[in-house]
């Protein structure tokens, strides 16, 4: 088997609850899902594409609300330091939209487990901090959180803790380097 990087996957196997799914959607990933709030959602991932679902559904067609997609830089089978899931912040609380109820620190305590599946195995994650970014344009200098995948080394690391820790509004850094991230 080779995963969307091109890196060969030992004998795995896809989870029962996505066999079917991801027959019928090769393109499949994994699932994401957050308590209290109406992400439940399949991600995808497109080889070398971080636009197509944008404005395309999970199931390809045309899409305002677009799909969960993980950047087409991570590796849903071997997670480098940082997985990336985009997703649209609708107004109606649809796709990324609910996420804005972490702004309020009394929910924010409430609901610290993200539960991320792959397509081969089952993953739980701590919600640590929240912050509040923007894309920055071409001519600014700063740091592309966004472009944060692998820590090669701890400069790399203190780097993303260092700029994103500057937008927390709640929660806070509390990361070590080889911790695995979901962003």
Not at 62 to 90: C, E, K, W
Not at 108 to 122: A, C, L, W
Not at 157 to 162: G, N, T, Y
Request: charged share 25%; aromatic share 12%; hydrophobic share 35%.
């Amino acid at each position: 088997n080779v995963d969307a990087l091109g890196n060969i996957s030992q004998d795995l196997k896809v989870l029962k609850d996505y066999k079917a799914l991801k027959k019928q959607h090769p393109e499949l990933v994994g699932w994401l899902k957050i308590d209290g709030t109406d992400v439940n959602y399949p991600v995808m991932q497109r080889s070398k594409d971080n636009s197509y679902y944008l404005s395309h559904a999970f199931d390809g067609t045309n899409s305002n609300q677009g799909a969960l997609f993980m950047d087409y830089r991570s590796d849903y089978v071997n997670p480098m330091t940082n997985t990336i899931i985009y997703g649209h912040n609708m107004r109606n609380g649809s796709m990324f939209g609910g996420l804005k109820k972490y702004l309020n620190e009394d929910y924010f305590n409430k609901h610290r487990t993200i539960k991320f599946d792959t397509i081969y195995e089952h993953r739980e994650y701590e919600v640590v901090a929240v912050c509040l970014a923007k894309v920055q344009s071409s001519s600014d200098d700063s740091f592309r959180y966004y472009n944060f995948i692998q820590a090669d080394n701890e400069n790399e690391w203190d780097a993303f803790v260092e700029s994103v820790g500057g937008m927390v509004v709640n929660g806070g850094m509390d990361v070590k380097a080889g911790d695995e991230l979901l962003t």
